[in-house]
């Protein structure tokens, strides 16, 4: 793939983030991913061709969050991914882009998508490289703990009742074994450390105080425990299947 052809690409993802009304799916969510996905294939024998559409995805997959100006929790993460990858290959198709690396990155966000996604990476994607899906899907899934991130959804939170909910409802989701369950070895590791940071964020006296005065002592000091029982039973794990 031609390096102007996936500079361009970035680029026009990068500006279509910036419009973004979401503040918690902005260009700085979309930049993470591609660190992530970056740092998760270090000790991986990923092509050249392979890694850019992964950095293709990770910046495209929440380009649809940018055609809305109410963005939804509720029910915007079951189409965003599919509507971004048709936005993707929409913009392919126009700018003169295609290639089976711009190909492959649509069907990379198209797959990475909730209710579908696992139908559609069994008629997409090859079972070799299924285990790109997988990349793509835990490098989004560490973002939502990262303390940057984390930072914005306060500040939102503190002046939106949708956000308000839809905080506590994200906490109860993403606090547990299921949606923190990464399907990459790398990633398996590299969640229980941004825990420790997230766990260690949380705990400082300003942000603490913070969650109790919006939600309360008692829904603070379970969701403190429920994130430590889960970062154990994944140290646990993760020292078992390395015995």
Known sequence: MRK??????????????????????DETH???TAQYVQILIQDMRISAEHTQALLIAAWWHDVARTITNKPSFVWMPFIDDILSAIMLWWHILRTGSRCDTTRFAVRLIA???MGTGAFLTRILIQKRHRILVDLIRDADKLDFFTIERMAKVLEVTSSSLIYHVGYRV????CTNTNYVKMKTKAAKKYIIFLLQQF?????QPIIYTWHTEQFGKLWTQKTLHRIERMMQRLTLKLSSATV
């Open 199 to 203: 766990l260690s964020w949380l705990k």
């Open 170 to 173: 994200g906490y109860r989701w």
């Open 30 to 32: 979309a930049a993470r």
């Open 111 to 113: 797959c990475k998508g």
């Open 4 to 25: 102007k052809i996936f500079s361009q690409l970035i680029k026009a993802a990068q500006t279509r983030m910036k419009t973004t009304r979401d503040p918690i799916h």
